[in-house]
């Protein structure tokens, strides 16, 4: 059954003086229950806006300019404020890339996991601090009595994304959103944080959007991936083909930078992002295409289906090449 469905979904954000960026343009996908969908691409693709506005939780700048987004049956763009904020705490949990940042620094962690219980759930504080401290266990924290007494500062970031995500699975959300979730942890601990977002996963049943700038985490991680480009999704295709297989210039890139450390040897492969204040008429991949054809400039490509996979790219198609 599907859970989520975006149909042409188009962000911008205005930037003054009548300019918008444009974010986000004609970006559709489904996401099935109980599946984990990776949304990669390098930074400033879409994909944070993409996933912010499933949850209609983009800053006051963006305006969601078309498009639709149905969440278990539920036109997103229709909901009164108060249903959006019932599906916000109870449906659809999210996990930021600034774990501390999305804590009140002034309150303890197990009060903050205990307070989302007392509000959406009508526990009482006696049980809802029991239930915070089982979500603590759940979430794999060794000492939950401790950590439940700790304040933000306190907490390694590691520790910090682990409070985060049971704040987020609290209410037994149907979709978990997690952007780029490990970005900023030690290497071994991302792997932790990762595993316990699938393990979670597979244990509340959960379906998962995993947003990353790192197409080498999804691997083992994600059943199927989109891939994002200036705002555009450029290829879509199950896990196994992104890394088989891939479909799309752009695809291929970001395969040959995985497992390079550092952001030289990336720039190195990847060059730059069109300007999306005046996006290119033609494929916004173009200036950094090794494969691109005269009419790549001037017309913009449609998305074909190739063997099970979506591609945006006139390499593909009834019209390819011509
Ligand atoms: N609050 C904002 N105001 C103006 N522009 C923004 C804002 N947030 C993101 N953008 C722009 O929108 C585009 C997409 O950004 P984003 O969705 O954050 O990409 P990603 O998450 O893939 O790095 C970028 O050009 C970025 O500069
Ligand atoms: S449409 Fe043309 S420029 Fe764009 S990715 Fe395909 S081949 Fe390259
Ligand atoms: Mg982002």
Redesign the pocket.
């Known amino acids: 059954m599907v859970v989520l469905s975006v149909e042409n979904l188009k962000v911008r954000y205005r930037v003054g003086h009548g300019a918008f960026i444009h974010a986000v343009e004609d970006v559709s996908f489904k996401v099935d229950e109980g599946e984990t969908v990776a949304i990669v691409g390098e930074s400033g693709s879409g994909k944070s806006t993409t996933a912010l506005a499933i949850p209609r939780l983009l800053p006051p700048s963006a305006t969601i300019a078309g498009g639709r987004i149905i969440f278990k049956g539920k036109d997103i763009m229709a909901l009164s404020k108060s249903a959006l904020n019932k599906i916000r705490g109870k449906e659809i949990g999210f996990v930021f890339q600034e774990p501390v940042s999305y804590l009140n620094p002034l309150i303890k962690v197990g009060e903050q996991i205990a307070e989302v219980l007392i509000l959406h759930d009508g526990l009482d504080k006696k049980d809802a601090k029991l239930r915070a401290l089982k979500l603590l266990e759940q979430v794999k924290v060794s000492d939950p009595h401790r950590v439940f007494n700790n304040y933000p500062h306190q907490l390694s970031g590691g520790m910090a994304q682990r409070v985060n995500i049971a704040i987020a699975i609290a209410l037994n959300p149907s979709l978990l959103i997690a952007d780029e979730p490990t970005s900023n942890l030690d290497v071994t601990v991302q792997a932790q944080i990762l595993n316990l977002i699938l393990s979670l996963k597979k244990e509340l049943g959960m379906a998962v959007i995993l947003v990353t700038h790192d197409l080498g985490v999804v691997s083992g991680v994600a059943d199927r991936v989109l891939v994002m480009y200036a705002g555009k999704l450029?290829e879509e295709a199950p896990v196994k083909n992104i890394f088989d297989s891939p479909l799309?210039?752009?695809t291929k890139l970001l395969l040959k930078a995985v497992g390079r450390q550092t952001e030289v040897d990336r720039d190195e492969i990847r060059g730059s992002m069109p300007n999306l204040v005046t996006p290119p008429p033609?494929?916004r991949?173009?200036s950094r295409?090794p494969?691109?054809?005269d009419h790549?400039s001037e017309e913009v490509?449609e998305i074909s289906l190739e063997r099970g996979v979506r591609v945006l790219?006139?390499?593909y198609g009834d019209r390819r090449g011509s």
């Open positions: 450029v799309h210039p752009y033609g494929c991949f173009l295409c494969m691109r054809m790549c490509p790219c006139w390499l």
